[in-house]
């Protein structure tokens, strides 16, 4: 019986399929199942069960397998034919109408924002931020932004915004990036 914590299903973009969290795994139905798993992550109990319904495909059942972090979440992207199951914090980015289409994002996601107006879903580890387009890739991969940790992230219509304790300044600091093309707009 699957027993972890809610899923939170968010569905900010516009999306060209249905997705159902599912409370137990050990149903009869016939759907083709995925196993949803990376490098160094053990198959004990999955962190999420989804079954998905794309528009123009078969309906299928994926067991995303994840990390240790908090973060358990389903959310559409700017690419209708995408979704992003983060489970445990390790971030799957899932085309639903060919599930073997797959990557796995690096970092372990602890927050998610977006900004439709933008075309953008803003992931962040610990001390980086990346941002997936409206083709399901990656549009930019900030460097390392923060010492350890940020205490704040922001999303606007145009931009994020960090704040954490600087590397190499001995103070805390407050960094926005265009979500555009990931350049530094401001820091403090």
């Known amino acids: 019986m699957y027993e972890g914590e809610p899923v939170e299903v968010l569905l ?50 994926g067991e995303f397998f994840g990390g ?13 034919d995408h979704f992003l199951a983060v489970a445990g914090g ?26 439709e107006t933008a075309h953008a879903l803003v992931l962040a580890d610990v001390t980086e931020v990346s941002v997936i387009d409206e083709t399901g890739g990656i549009r930019w991969k900030s460097d390392r932004l923060v010492a350890d940790g940020f205490d704040e992230v922001r999303v606007t219509h145009d931009s994020v915004v960090v704040r954490g304790y600087g590397l190499g300044t001995g103070r805390e600091v407050e960094v926005e990036l265009a979500l555009a093309d990931g350049s530094e707009l401001w820091r403090s």
């Open 68 to 80: 240790l972090q908090p973060l358990t979440v389903v959310s559409s992207t700017p690419s209708p």
């Open 12 to 61: 900010p973009f516009v999306h060209q399929y249905e997705l159902e969290v599912v409370g137990s795994d050990y149903s009869t139905d016939a759907k083709e199942r995925r196993i949803f798993q990376t490098k160094g992550i053990y198959r004990l109990a999955p962190s999420m069960i989804l079954d998905v319904y794309p528009r123009s495909a078969a309906a299928w059942r």
């Open 90 to 115: 390790i971030a799957y980015l899932v085309r639903a109408q060919s599930p073997g289409d797959f990557a796995v994002l690096p970092g372990g996601v602890e927050r998610l924002g977006w900004s």
